[in-house]
């Protein structure tokens, strides 16, 4: 069903820009996004090949919802670390709206896997972990959470998060997608987008939000499974977020606002301003000098090029040059 936003008072959130929602009937809260220039920029910069792109973009887009949400001036971190062809996923949200990211990974074994067509998240992340940590500033308790890398997408390590850490229903899509767009005189352009959903159920009474408990994984043989029936208002929800598929949430010409009436039209959205994400490092000529000023006489030697020192930021690209003798 086609509607114009503006004939609601709504003005589209556009590529960005995180749309905080509430579906009241269902007593769920929401946020929605769909990346564009920034996502692209990110992958961009660090050319790498697509299967790693695609599974960076999902993190960074799983970042930038959870990041948006801090109602303080902190710090939101993702990172990875595992055995898989991707060893590591960094992804940095400086609240209110600034996330960078890279990726370290082996060359080899990416392209072995991209032969072999095991090009999924959890195929490139393998076995290891996943921590999310929040930083609210040098006079606070960092607070970080871990869950287990095992062979599960980054969606379905979500849901463990918020269960373990949060205690909070939560289920979450996202989606990655290449547009390739005709130029006058080089054949095609191609340009990342990428989108995601998460909703939570949060209802007055706590007692609606309870949880089977999570199988330890070493209970004796013949344990009975804890079961718990599930509140029928998150069933819905659930079910209505299930029916989200990948083009929806990378269509560039749909929007947040529209995916959102599609899903709720029947309970009704409440819309809250957007949010806008923004590709900014937190890197500086005067930091990284800084930071050498604190290396051993020997290991600033060992970073010499000549008479030169180059540092080049992982998550931006940006090279810096120093004169070797100044340290």
């Not at 820009?17 to 009241?24: D, I």
């Amino acid at each position: 069903m086609a509607f114009d936003l503006k004939d609601f008072g709504v003005e589209p959130a556009g590529f960005d820009a995180v749309r905080p929602f509430a579906v009241e009937g269902l007593d769920v809260r929401g946020r929605a996004l769909v990346m564009g220039p920034v996502i692209d920029n990110i992958l961009s910069r660090h050319d790498y090949p697509a299967p790693v792109s695609r599974l960076l973009a999902e993190a960074v887009v799983l970042t930038s919802l959870l990041g948006t949400a801090l109602k303080f001036e902190g710090r939101f971190t993702l990172q990875t670390q595992s055995d898989g062809p991707v060893s590591m996923l960094v992804v940095d949200f400086s609240a209110p709206e600034s996330v960078r990211a890279y990726a370290s990974f082996d060359a080899e074994q990416v392209a072995d896997a991209m032969a072999r067509g095991a090009t999924r998240p959890e195929d490139l992340l393998g076995r290891g972990h996943l921590a999310m940590t929040i930083d609210q500033g040098q006079h606070m308790q960092r607070y970080q959470g871990l869950v287990e890398l095992d062979g599960a997408s980054l969606e379905e390590i979500a849901h463990r998060y918020f269960a373990r850490s949060e205690q909070i229903p939560t289920v979450v899509r996202l989606a990655v997608g290449e547009l390739l767009t005709p130029a006058a005189a080089a054949g095609s352009t191609h340009r990342w987008i990428a989108g995601g959903v998460m909703v939570q159920f949060l209802p007055d009474s706590t007692e609606r939000m309870r949880q089977a408990d999570i199988h330890p994984g070493d209970a004796p043989e013949g344990t009975e499974a804890h079961v718990i029936d599930e509140d029928d208002a998150w069933l819905e929800a659930k079910a209505l977020v299930d029916t989200i598929k990948d083009d929806e949430l990378v269509d560039p010409d749909l929007g947040v606002e529209h995916l959102l009436f599609r899903l709720f039209h029947e309970r009704g959205a409440r819309l809250f301003e957007p949010q806008k994400v923004q590709d900014r490092c937190r890197c500086s000529r005067e930091r990284v000098e800084g930071i050498l000023s604190t290396f051993k006489a020997e290991e600033v030697d060992a970073m010499r090029e000549g008479d030169k020192i180059v540092v080049t930021c992982e998550f931006c690209s940006t090279r810096y040059e120093f004169d070797a003798d100044n340290f």
